[in-house]
C-alpha cells in the first residue's frame, strides 16, 4: 500500500487512501498517518521499461507472438542466421561463428564477444526477461551468458524457462538441469515451465507440438499481461 503511494500518480493515491479507509471501517486496527514529503509528491510517476530477450529457435516463437499481443521491445539472440531472418524481434543479434557442435561453454564464451551490443540494447531497462529453452547448447548457453551481462550491470532480470519434455538422451536431460541451476543463480527470479506437466491437459493422441504451441502462447500471454499492468 505504501509503496503505491509513494510512487503513483495524486489521482491513484486519493483511490488507494479511500479503500485503505474502508478496510479499516470492517477491520480495524491501529494506525500510523504518514505524511508524503514534499519533495516526494513534486517526483514524476514514469512507466517502467521493460524488454524482452528471446533465445534459440523457442525464444523466437514466442518473441513474434509477443509482438502480436504488445509493443514491449523485443530482442532475439542467436547463432542461426536462418532464424535471424525469420525472426520479427525489433532487434536482433546474429552471434556469428564457422563453428558448429560447440559447447555450453563455447557458446557463452561467443555471446560475452557481443557483450557491448547486448548490454547498449538493455542498459536502459528497469527489467528485462530472458525467455529461453533449456535442454539445447545453444539456448542454455547464450541465456547464461546473457543473464551474466545484466546481472553485472545491475539490470532486475526474470527468466522463463521451458523445461522439454523427458527424454532418453542423457545429454538433453542434463542440459536441463545445467541451465536452471546457473539461470538460478544469475537471474532476479525465475519461473520454469515444463512442456511435461503441460501433457497433463492434453488427450494422449494430441502431438507434441500443439502441447509446445499451448506452452509457448501461455509464456507469451504471462509477458504481455505483466507489461500491461505494470
Same mark, same amino acid.
Given at each position: 500500500?505504501?509503496?503505491?503511494?509513494?510512487?503513483?500518480?495524486?489521482?491513484?493515491?486519493?483511490?488507494?487512501?479511500?479503500?485503505?479507509?474502508?478496510?479499516?471501517?470492517?477491520?480495524?486496527? =491501529?494506525?500510523?498517518?504518514?505524511?508524503?514529503?514534499?519533495?516526494?509528491?513534486? +517526483?514524476?510517476?514514469?512507466?517502467? #521499461?521493460?524488454?524482452?530477450?528471446?533465445?534459440?529457435?523457442?525464444?523466437?516463437?514466442?518473441?513474434?507472438?509477443?509482438?502480436?499481443?504488445?509493443?514491449?521491445?523485443?530482442?532475439?539472440?542467436?547463432?542461426?542466421? =536462418?532464424?535471424?531472418?525469420?525472426?520479427?524481434?525489433?532487434?536482433?543479434?546474429?552471434?556469428?561463428?564457422?563453428?558448429?557442435?560447440?559447447? =555450453? +561453454?563455447?557458446?557463452?564464451?561467443?555471446?560475452?564477444?557481443?557483450?557491448?551490443?547486448?548490454?547498449? +540494447?538493455?542498459?536502459?531497462?528497469?527489467?528485462?526477461?530472458? #525467455?529461453?529453452?533449456t535442454c539445447g547448447n545453444t539456448?542454455?548457453?547464450?541465456?547464461?551468458?546473457?543473464?551474466?551481462?545484466?546481472?553485472?550491470?545491475?539490470?532486475?532480470?526474470?527468466?522463463?524457462?521451458?523445461?522439454?519434455?523427458?527424454?532418453?538422451?542423457?545429454?538433453?536431460?542434463?542440459?536441463?538441469?545445467?541451465?536452471?541451476?546457473?539461470?538460478?543463480?544469475?537471474?532476479?527470479?525465475?519461473?520454469?515451465?515444463?512442456?511435461?506437466?503441460?501433457?497433463?491437459?492434453?488427450?494422449?493422441?494430441?502431438?507434441?507440438? =500443439?502441447?509446445?504451441?499451448?506452452?509457448?502462447?501461455?509464456?507469451?500471454?504471462?509477458?504481455?499481461?505483466?507489461?500491461?499492468?505494470?
Amino acid at each position: 500500500y505504501f509503496h503505491s503511494l509513494y510512487y503513483n500518480t495524486k489521482k491513484r493515491q486519493d483511490f488507494l487512501q479511500k479503500i485503505f479507509e474502508k478496510i479499516l471501517l470492517e477491520f480495524p486496527i =491501529k494506525t500510523l498517518s504518514i505524511n508524503m514529503p514534499e519533495w516526494l509528491q513534486a +517526483l514524476p510517476y514514469e512507466h517502467p #521499461i521493460i524488454k524482452v530477450i528471446g533465445i534459440g529457435g523457442t525464444g523466437r516463437r514466442i518473441l513474434d507472438e509477443i509482438g502480436k499481443q504488445s509493443p514491449i521491445e523485443t530482442i532475439f539472440i542467436d547463432t542461426d542466421l =536462418k532464424d535471424i531472418k525469420l525472426s520479427k524481434a525489433i532487434n536482433r543479434v546474429h552471434l556469428s561463428t564457422e563453428k558448429t557442435n560447440l559447447s =555450453k +561453454l563455447d557458446i557463452s564464451l561467443l555471446t560475452m564477444d557481443y557483450k557491448n551490443e547486448i548490454f547498449h +540494447l538493455v542498459n536502459d531497462a528497469d527489467l528485462v526477461f530472458i #525467455i529461453c529453452n533449456t535442454c539445447g547448447n545453444t539456448s542454455c548457453g547464450v541465456s547464461i551468458a546473457v543473464a551474466e551481462i545484466l546481472k553485472e550491470n545491475n539490470i532486475f532480470t526474470m527468466g522463463i524457462c521451458i523445461k522439454d519434455f523427458y527424454s532418453d538422451n542423457q545429454e538433453k536431460n542434463n542440459n536441463n538441469k545445467y541451465c536452471i541451476q546457473e539461470l538460478f543463480s544469475v537471474t532476479n527470479s525465475l519461473a520454469v515451465i515444463s512442456n511435461q506437466r503441460a501433457l497433463n491437459y492434453f488427450d494422449a493422441t494430441e502431438p507434441n507440438l =500443439k502441447v509446445i504451441a499451448y506452452v509457448n502462447d501461455i509464456e507469451a500471454s504471462a509477458v504481455s499481461s505483466i507489461d500491461k499492468i505494470v
